[in-house]
């Protein structure tokens, strides 16, 4: 087998001779045998084994030389792997870009945190409220920061609301209970209406003003800071017409909420849409789709923020019937942390509990008003009646 140019960057990367080096090597007839003879090339063969420990070396060694390592497609017949990987693991084994990363992404070289640590975390991030108390209840509080909430349901059960709902509660000041954060919708269907945004502002606004305890302090002023305008002003609308917007969209947030750090959730609606109708090859699918939810959850436990996705429905042939079931195969069940599925039971909304590590499976009704989100009316009469 010939030398291909991918052992010489091995060479090159460990600094044994630059481009300089090997002009003056060719111009004395040099071939840089000895270094070859290194990683087990002898008479034309090449020991592969070997090959891969250098590059180990490579990786924990020599990453001031990593700038001037031009990767060749080579490194595919020779080394097994792609030019993308080859850079993804050379920037993977960074210091430079796990040194001071505090969010779990330098584990790699900086060691990881310890399960008590992230307890503690867990415990200090808080909820977005639903505006539902039965419903906040089964959630432990809300929606949870740093995790991707699935919702999903039949047409015409509440999911559009939800999300408006959640992008509205979002922004409910710290003293009041809140994140004080903003939001990112991104509404893949069309169905976000900015009126309904801003009755749901009103609501919101209405039923932290009527809190017995805000009432003790300056109604005034708090007037002043909730005002329905301002949370319109605070949810980043994007419309996405294709999939390859979704995709590249998805792929930009990361920058986005970077230069907005006050981003706390982020809602897609829906992220089913463009991939039921414009997909026919369904395992490509199935890869774009997972490469999208694991973005979305780096993202979420980077910034500390809520990511929902609002999924449809559709049917699945099982144990001789059709049943509904949540759009987008079984293989994207695992793409969230917690799945909560909206059904109807009689002419009440319920929600349920589907899938979560850390809550068990419950269900609780809820009602949909001018307001917004809101306690069922059954339960209301049931607190009355205690």
């Known amino acids: 087998m010939v030398v291909g140019p991918s052992l010489l960057l091995l060479r090159d ?16 007839g040099g071939n840089g045998g000895e270094w070859v003879a290194d ?4 008479q034309g063969q090449i020991d592969l084994g070997r090959i891969h420990s250098s590059l180990l070396h490579l990786f924990y060694l020599s990453f001031s030389a990593r700038s001037s390592v031009y990767i060749k497609p080579v490194f595919q017949s020779d080394l097994q ?6 850079l993804q693991i050379l920037n993977a084994a960074s210091p430079a870009n796990t040194a001071g990363n505090s969010n779990g992404n ?3 070289l900086c060691g990881a945190p310890t399960a008590w640590d992230m307890l503690h975390e867990e415990d200090s991030l808080r909820r977005i409220t639903t505006s539902c108390t039965d419903l906040d ?10 995790e991707v909430t699935e919702i999903g349901g039949v047409p015409g059960i509440g999911k559009t609301q939800f999300g408006i709902q959640l992008a509205i509660n979002v922004q409910i000041p710290v003293d009041y209970g809140g994140l004080g954060g903003k939001a990112v919708y991104i509404d893949t269907e069309g169905s976000f209406m900015v009126e309904r945004a801003l009755q749901i502002a009103e609501g919101c606004v209405t039923d932290v003003m009527e809190d017995n305890h805000i009432q ?4 005034e002023n708090i007037q002043a800071n909730l005002h329905p305008d301002h949370f319109l002003a605070n949810i980043f609308y994007f419309r996405i017409c294709s999939y390859t917007e979704q995709i590249g969209l998805i792929s930009y947030l990361e920058k986005f909420v970077s230069e907005h750090k006050d981003v706390k959730i982020v809602v897609i609606d829906s992220i089913t849409f463009h991939f039921r109708q414009d997909f026919e090859d369904l395992a490509l699918r199935t890869r774009v789709l997972s490469g999208m939810a694991l973005k979305l959850m780096k993202l979420a436990q980077k910034f500390n923020l809520a990511v929902v996705l609002l999924n449809q429905v559709t049917t699945k042939y099982t144990e001789g019937s059709y049943q509904l079931t949540l759009a987008l195969g079984d ?3 695992h793409a969230s942390t917690n799945r909560l599925i909206l059904y109807w039971n009689g002419d009440e909304r319920h929600a349920y509990i589907d899938k979560s590590p850390s809550l068990r499976s419950a269900s609780a009704p809820f009602s949909i008003t001018r307001k917004g989100i809101r306690n069922s009316a059954s339960s209301c009469k049931r607190r009355k009646l205690m």
Request: glycine share 20%; net charge negative.
């Open 13 to 28: 990367s460990f600094g044994g001779s630059t481009a300089e080096g090997r002009e003056g090597e060719d111009e004395e």
């Open 39 to 42: 990683f087990g090339v002898a």
């Open 81 to 86: 792997i792609s030019e993308v990987e080859a």
């Open 106 to 108: 330098g584990a790699l």
């Open 137 to 146: 209840h089964i959630l432990g509080g809300g929606i949870s920061c740093r």
């Open 216 to 219: 003790q302090t300056d109604p």
């Open 331 to 333: 293989t994207w069940a």
